[in-house]
């Protein structure tokens, strides 16, 4: 069993900052892409940011330069820092993985959180 918990959404202000976390725990033989995918009211879940094992990287365009992604291999741990947040950037944000269990080793499958909330105001 695999379990992706995040942690720090929350309400803030236009041009504020918010830093969220998602960690991995379980049966985890390999982590390979983890990501942040986020799902306003009414529209098509999006991905805004992924980042792979190596440490390569992918944006949305309406993030780049304002929000990064890092992640912490020996902890299974992937952040997502949001800086000069907008209005626009207020949704639902789901972590996901994609991972390879002790129980499959050959086989990978993506994993999600369970979701958080960030509001900004304006």
């Known amino acids: 069993q695999v379990q992706l918990v995040e942690s720090g959404g929350g309400l803030a202000q236009a041009g504020g900052s918010l830093r969220l976390s998602c960690a991995a725990s379980g049966s985890i033989f390999s982590l390979n892409v983890m990501g942040w995918y986020r799902q306003a009211p009414g529209v098509q879940r999006e991905l805004v940011a992924s980042?792979?094992?190596?440490?390569?990287?992918v944006y949305a365009e309406s993030v780049k330069g304002r929000f990064a992604i890092t992640r912490d291999n020996a902890k299974n741990t992937v952040y997502l820092q949001m800086n000069s947040l907008k209005p626009e950037d207020t949704a639902v944000y789901y972590c996901?993985?994609?991972?390879?269990?002790?129980?499959?080793?050959?086989?990978?499958?993506?994993?999600w959180g369970q979701g958080t909330h960030v509001t900004v105001s304006s």
């Open positions: 996901n993985a994609n991972i390879r269990t002790y129980l499959s080793p050959l086989r990978s499958d993506d994993y």
């Open positions: 980042i792979r094992s190596n440490g390569v990287t």
